[in-house]
């Protein structure tokens, strides 16, 4: 089986591959860098609409099967967001330190006990046959004051999962990938192709 990820992140590609390939034995999987496709407008204000519109183009251009997903941080204090916005939420796509820095400066005066927080992420697939899926992950957790580790990406560094006392970039790939929003999401989701 040969399938393709919509995304050109290579956390994210190393993150996908580790989590599908004990699901998918013998798969080829391929990041979407390997393809000449632009980049789709991300114009949804859900999670799965976004994840679709990448899973649906990718699949389309390459004939291939092909898995996205949309992902991000939704604050309870902040009412959900940056949510759907995670990515951008500066105002410029994928700057992820100016990103966790405009949320720490947001939540600077928010105590403790305000601060929980979920990493949501839901992933799609889309065949050429026009087949598609989708499932979704949650992993809850709280907010902290400043960055911690050296692991993963995003908001990580200040995102502490629920019943740990480090913060996600503090994990080591396979601890992160276990309990994670992503990895359940794709878990659920390779269990139907």
Known sequence: MKLVLATRNPHKVAELRAILLPLLPGAQILGAEAFDVPEPVEDEVTFAGNALIKARQLAEATGLLALADDSGICVDAM???PGVFSARWCGRHGDDAANLELLLAQMADVPERRR???FVCAAAMAAPD???EVAEGVM???LLFAPRGENGFGYDPIFRPEGLSVSSAELTPERK????HRGKAFRALAARI
Do not use: T
């Open 79 to 81: 009412g959900g967001a």
């Open 116 to 118: 929980g927080a979920s």
């Open 130 to 132: 026009g087949r598609e």
């Open 140 to 142: 809850r957790g709280s």
């Open 177 to 180: 990938e276990a309990i994670s």
